[in-house]
Each structure stands twice: as structure tokens, then as C-alpha cells.
């Protein structure tokens, strides 16, 4: 599933690579995927691309003047190509773009320079791969009224990693959200962009076990808590951006400490991580060093 670290790559490169950009052609191979109408999806082409942004477990493409969000759900992945390069099996929606005057002047400093950039003189692709077609692709033409389930103005909460969200923030909203920590973190209306894996990878890092209730944490532990979580996805970021490049529809999650990693040594204490299965998604924590 990807989460915020792995859509905040995907949105810092495709938006260096692709804004400014006009598209050529949309097509949706496998249009049950896609909601909007087909004279919606032919109504991109020739549009401008002014923007590419990553919100919770979304993305977003703003163009000139119609929108397209992206819920990749579990098995959703981005793929980057030129045009002609084989498509990827069970692809549902493309994108295809043409030559730009110039590139965005507000970009990712880590994309600037990079060996994968199209460049402006060339024409470039967005794939949407989704072998489930659990995720959905938005058309959102101007000035039409549609919902997207999960990003209306009630929710999500805050980004995990927006700056906004500050320790006396976060202790606010963590106030009115009751229940196990893992699924508290795992709360979209809590703050938004930390799905199964990170939620893992952040109890490890703050030394608390999954199954415990929120109204258990002492205040210095809710304080850690939210340390954790900032360290944590900055920290998955900086790795991310060295190492998903150029396969963007490939998931990079061999470098986590316990997450999916049941059996094998604990990185701070060497106790057997410990892992359990509830539907269908893997909880993994260590029984040594989280309480």
C-alpha cells in the first residue's frame, strides 16, 4: 500500500518531470478504475499540467482547469516512461504528455539534475498500474460537484509531516481519537498518510506496542510519539529519494526495521520480532523493547 514517504516521491518527481506539460492523450485500459465519464477523460487532452501534489494517501494532478486524484488503495503503483516503452500488464489509466518550454521553478532539489528526467524536449508518460483496480482515479472537471470518498473537507486530518501539525497540535487531535495505537495511527481523520507499514515503523521507533490503548500513554509517551513519527518518514523520504528512482512503481520497504520482518532479530534489542495476521494486513512489533 503505498503511504505518505512513497507518494511524496512519486509526487516530488512527476511533478519536476511532467508540470508545464500539455496533454496528448488519456486512455484508461481498464476504465472500471476510473470515475468520470469518457468524454471527461478525452476532455484532458490538450490541457495543462500546472501541478503534481501528494495529500495523505492521495495524488493529485492539477491541470488547466479540470483535476485528477489518484487513490491507489492497496495496489495502486505509478509508473514514469516514455512514450512506446511497454506498457505494464493490468495498466488502468495513462497519461500522456508532450514538449514543455521550460521546467517548474519550484521543484524538489533532489529531482534537479537527475538521469531519469524527460527532457522538455521530450514527450513523457504517467501509468497508473493497478492489478486489483481496488484504487480509483477522479476525474474532477471544473465546477463539478463530485466527492471523493476520503478528501472531503471533514477529512482527511493533517498530513503526519506537515509542519503544521506541531506537538501542541498533535496532542489536541490525539485527545479525540480513542482505541488501539495502531489503528489510531492508521486513522486518516487522526492525520492523514500513514497506512500499515509506517504505523509499525513508528510504534518501533517510539518503543510502544500496537495493541495499546491510546488512554493508556503517559504525556511524555504521546510527546514521543509524535517524535517518532516526524523521525520516522523523514528519515523513509531521504531513503525513498535515493533509491526509487527511476522504477517509481516499485515499493521499497526491504530497509524497515520490523515491519514484515516477523521471526528475524529486532534492530535495537535482538529479540524476535514478533508478528501477527488480522485481515489480510501483517502487524509487526517487538516484544522486548516496546511496552
Known sequence: MPELPDLTIVSEAFHAALAGRSVTRAAAPAPLAVRGTPAELQALVGQRLARIAQRGKFLLLDFDPDRVVVNPMLTGRFQL?????????????????????????????????????????????????????????????????????????????????????????????????????KNLLRNQSFVAGIGNAYSDEILHAARLLPFRKRASLAPEEVDELYRAAGVTLANAIDVLRARVPPTFEQQVRDFLAVHNKGGTACPRCGTRISEVKAGGFITSYCRGCQR
Open 81 to 181: 516512461a516514455r512514450p512506446g516503452a511497454p506498457l505494464p500488464s493490468k495498466t488502468a489509466f495513462v497519461l500522456a504528455f508532450g514538449p514543455r518550454d521550460s521546467a517548474p521553478s519550484a521543484t524538489a532539489e533532489w529531482t534537479r539534475g537527475a538521469a531519469w528526467m524527460p527532457a522538455n524536449s521530450e514527450a513523457a508518460e504517467v501509468r497508473y498500474r493497478d492489478p486489483t483496480q481496488m484504487g480509483k482515479v477522479y476525474l474532477l472537471p471544473a465546477g463539478a460537484e463530485r466527492p471523493v470518498p476520503g478528501l472531503t473537507d471533514e477529512e482527511p486530518g493533517p498530513d503526519a509531516d506537515d509542519p503544521a501539525l506541531t506537538l501542541e497540535e498533535w496532542r489536541s487531535r490525539i485527545r479525540r481519537h480513542p482505541g488501539e495505537l
